[in-house]
């Protein structure tokens, strides 16, 4: 079974304004995020990224934490979260210091020149956020092995124009006050 599609297709749809969003454990962190949809999430990206030779998962805060954790702890990759606090840490880089990217700022810690890095993010949206942190990450010098978003809105996004490709698990829309699935599978 499909939990993700499901548990997409039966999420509570808000309106704010005149956008609608949908509501999601993996995006919102309500309602109730269910042992068996984390797991089915990480065994697909397992199998989905390119992890061989990964030496760091890298997540944004905070969406991306209780993904990304499920993964290192299946995977034995150490995880780096990216903050929107900064610490003043030897080595920390600020994202918009790096790319002009001042939506909010983010600082990354622990990464270096030559680390090979899986970005993990739980959706892909406007692709700005994710745009700042590929960009920080090439700027320090990682080496990107894969980057993927849980799940994607369909549309334009900032990295359409990008060399970045984003795997995806599933990709959606949300049209009259309902989720649609756009793409079963994901982005490859």
Request: cysteine-free; glycine content about 8%.
């Amino acid at each position: 079974m499909d939990r993700l599609r499901q548990s997409l297709l039966d999420a509570p749809i808000i309106e704010k304004g005149e956008y609608q969003y949908f509501v999601h454990p993996i995006s919102d962190g309500v309602p109730m995020l269910e042992p068996e949809l984390l797991r089915e999430i990480v065994i697909r990206i397992i199998r989905k990224a390119q992890i061989e030779d990964v030496d760091k998962i890298v997540t944004p805060a905070a969406m991306g934490i209780h993904i990304s954790t499920a993964l290192s702890l299946m995977t034995d990759i150490p995880l780096v979260v990216i903050r929107k606090r900064e610490y003043g840490l030897d080595g920390e880089v600020s994202l918009s210091q790096q790319t002009g990217y001042s939506e909010s700022e983010m600082y990354i810690n622990d990464v270096y020149e030559g680390d090979k890095v899986l970005v993990l993010d739980d959706v892909l949206s406007t692709g700005g956020t994710m745009k700042g942190i590929l960009d920080a990450l090439t700027h320090i010098g990682a080496d990107v092995i894969d980057v993927v978003a849980v799940i994607k809105k369909a549309g334009p996004n900032k990295l359409d124009d990008t060399d970045y490709s984003v795997k995806t698990l599933i990709n959606v829309t949300v049209e009259d006050g309902e989720v649609v699935v756009v793409d079963e599978h994901g982005d490859e």
